[in-house]
């Protein structure tokens, strides 16, 4: 099987999804929805820095020593192996529009 066909990927989404929910309600209560203080341009601010920040990171062709594509995320994803590393920026960026979108949504647009 390709990796194209295989979805075993399905089989940790819930996972994935269920620990964002428990990170989100943790941090809302502890930080009081300080995300939209300032607004919707401080709130895509949030945004474009934790893309910035896996942008720069996969812009490179070497991590840790290992030799790792540029911009093939799921690469530089196996060869960081750091708790605060990629994958975590990934899950931040996620979860922070997980907040601007359900932000939208508690605005009454629905789609």
Known sequence: ????????????????????QLLLEA????????????GGVDSFYMLARKWDRIEA???QDHFAGNSVQQFNILEHCMADKALDGILDDIGDLR???ALVE????????QF
């Open 27 to 38: 941090g809302e209560k502890k930080y009081k929805a300080s995300w939209k203080k300032r």
């Open 95 to 97: 979860r922070y529009l």
């Open 57 to 59: 990171r996969v812009s």
């Open 1 to 20: 099987m390709s990796t194209d066909e295989n979805m075993k990927h399905m089989e940790h989404l819930e996972a994935v999804l269920t620990r964002d």
């Open 102 to 109: 359900a932000e939208v949504r508690s605005r009454g647009v």
